[in-house]
């Protein structure tokens, strides 16, 4: 039982670890169209079960709105939406394989685009400091409206951030053998 625990507390604390950590070298590197604040969500979801996927998510943002950027909050709904997803994806299929965390990266992909745009526009007036900004200030200054340029870019840039997430968590399964303990 105590070593279930620190198992369980040692994921998510690895989960909560690559979030922040990819979320800074994302935005320090300024990579296009990626996150990566919700990788370590969708491990933690997939190995331990939806309820543990949110709590990292929440977590994540609380420290990230913290340290980064206050606007982090607003989009924590987001975080633990995907890792009750991914949870719930992993329980009923085999995250292993390539197809199903790819088909699920397009799930919470357009999921958490179309919960985040609403937010984003209301919120941060259609920008954050995600490195889709530029895109989405471009599609403004191209003449489409603040709503159309938040929703597509914020809709293109989760659905490669999930896909690219999805498939990093299941080659860590794959690979990782400290990840398929709990299976």
Same mark, same amino acid.
């Given at each position: $039982? ?8 040692? #994921? ?14 994302? +935005? ?5 169209? +990626?996150? $990566? ?5 969708? =491990? ?15 977590? !994540?943002?609380? *420290? ?41 990266? *397009?799930? *919470? ?13 209301? =919120? ?6 995600? !490195? ?9 200054? &191209? ?6 340029? !938040? ?11 999930? *896909?690219?997430? &999805? ?13 398929? #303990?709990?299976?």
């Amino acid at each position: $039982m105590v070593s279930r625990l620190k198992y369980n507390i040692l #994921i998510m604390f690895i989960g909560i670890a690559a979030n922040f950590a990819l979320t800074f070298l994302v +935005l320090l590197l300024k990579i296009p169209f +990626l996150f $990566m604040d919700s990788i370590g969500t969708i =491990l933690t979801a997939v190995i331990l079960g939806p309820i543990y996927g949110a709590f990292v998510g929440i977590i !994540t943002n609380i *420290i990230t709105s913290i340290t980064i950027d206050y606007i982090n909050l607003h989009f924590a709904i987001v975080n633990v939406l995907i890792g009750l997803m991914a949870g719930l994806i992993a329980k009923k299929y085999d995250f292993t394989k390539i197809s199903v965390s790819f088909i699920s990266g *397009i799930v *919470i992909g357009i999921v958490s685009g179309v919960i985040s745009s609403p937010i984003s526009i209301v =919120l941060a007036n259609g920008v954050s400091t995600g !490195t889709v900004d530029a895109y989405i200030k471009a599609l403004i200054n &191209s003449g489409k409206s603040l709503a159309v340029s !938040t929703t597509i870019g914020t809709l293109s840039a989760t659905l490669i951030d999930k *896909i690219v997430s &999805s498939l990093l968590v299941t080659i860590a399964i794959k690979k990782i053998y400290f990840f398929r #303990i709990n299976k």
